[in-house]
């Protein structure tokens, strides 16, 4: 009789501690593959709400002592002569080297306007750029579709008393409102948002350009490189990374991670110890049958081996049931519980290493009974016979 007939049929004989000993190394596999699978598409759902909302890199001219403020871009309510970029050097940015890790640019025009007496920020902007950068508005009314159109922040509707479809005059020149925006809790409540050409004119700043917001792919390459690219083809400008928030993120979700792995490794130290105090029973229990293969012959690296072996069968079984149950429920848990938009990667490398866990912790926990079955004397199976 072949050892590995030994195993199965031991395993056969004690299906109840064997299925046990699955179960433990299932719950403990199935935890650690949920927690990494979950943490694993919180960091990409981080990544790829970077790169597809909003600005992380922001263009602004060397320009200080202002008042007031809208992305970073401060104006005077009374001195509107600041220094400003220019359009073309929006396109400047398009031929940096890493240009291909650009998602999108929004040149901006900021100043202060009169509009019925009331004094408001008027923000020009390229609409086809902006809206895509600012995924989040939620528009009352309609886009703006032609450059006498505009949008009013939440703020500012409220403080003109316009509604989408009625008009209101700027620096006496009228516009019609196309569409007001959702309370933001942000300075876009405040302004006006009108096509780029048509406020250059109002404010009377042909070409101008108060600053550029910059969505850069971080997926791609690091946004400091991109940062570097830009200040150099823009060296009058100064070029800043939006980098706290993400990090604030990023930092959250790197506690998480870290809280997994603690909750893992005390998962793992159970699960090793289910399978220590299991296969030790297992060997007590055959103390006469190690006993009587003892002594017709079996070497102490034979009985090693049949137990050694069973603990591996055991532990790729717990480990493959483990895994699939682990990536079920993140699947199922991870858009509902840590709200995320991005679906878990069934990844098969995390199989591999999730089978390779539980054969480690299956072997580790058996090494000792092993160990201690192979030394049993021969002499002991005589008491039982």
Not at 253 to 271: K, P, Y
Request: hydrophobic share 50%; net charge neutral; aromatic share 4%.
């Amino acid at each position: 009789m072949r050892l590995t007939d030994i195993s199965l049929n031991n395993l056969k004989r004690r299906k109840s501690k064997m299925l046990f000993l699955v179960l433990g190394l299932l719950i403990g596999v199935a935890t650690v593959v949920t927690l990494v699978s979950v943490t694993q598409a919180m960091h990409t759902d981080i990544q790829d709400k970077i790169d597809q909302f909003g600005a992380n890199i922001v263009v602004t001219p060397q320009a200080d002592d202002l008042a007031l403020s809208y992305g970073g871009v401060t104006v005077s309510s009374a001195a509107y002569d600041v220094k400003e970029l220019h359009t073309d050097d929006a396109a400047k940015i398009q031929q940096i080297p890493l240009r291909a890790n650009i998602a999108n640019v929004a040149p901006k025009l900021v100043g202060a306007v009169d509009v019925g007496g009331n004094k408001v920020l008027l923000v020009g902007v390229d609409f086809p750029s902006e809206l895509r950068l600012k995924k989040w508005w939620e528009i009352v009314g309609q886009e703006p579709a032609a450059p006498d159109e505009v949008l009013l922040g939440y703020n500012a509707a409220s403080r003109l008393s316009a509604m989408p479809g009625n008009t209101v005059t700027i620096n006496g020149r009228p516009f019609k409102v196309a569409g007001t925006l959702q309370e933001l809790g942000s300075s876009e409540d405040d302004a006006i948002f009108a096509d780029l050409g048509a406020a250059q004119q109002v404010l009377g700043k042909p070409g101008a350009v108060s600053l550029i917001e910059v969505s850069a792919l971080c997926k791609a390459c690091p946004v400091e490189d991109i940062v570097q690219q830009i200040s150099e083809q823009l060296p009058d400008a100064r070029v800043s990374a939006l980098a706290q928030a993400v990090k604030s993120r990023q930092q959250t979700v790197d506690q998480l991670t870290s809280f997994s792995l603690a909750i893992s490794l005390v998962v793992l130290l159970i699960g090793g110890l289910v399978v220590l105090t299991t296969m030790m029973s297992a060997v007590n229990e055959r103390t006469r049958e190690i006993g009587i293969f003892r002594a017709i012959g079996f070497r102490r690296t034979h009985i090693a081996r049949v137990i050694l072996f069973e603990a591996l069968l055991v532990s790729l079984l717990g480990g493959v049931l483990g895994w699939f149950l682990g990536m079920l429920v993140s699947t199922v848990l991870a858009p509902r519980v840590a709200q995320l938009s991005v679906g878990v990667e069934w990844n098969p490398l995390l199989a591999l290493g999730a089978v390779a866990l539980a054969v480690s912790i299956g072997l580790a926990g058996s090494i000792y009974p092993a160990i201690r079955a192979a030394n049993l004397d021969p002499a002991e199976a005589l008491r039982f016979i």
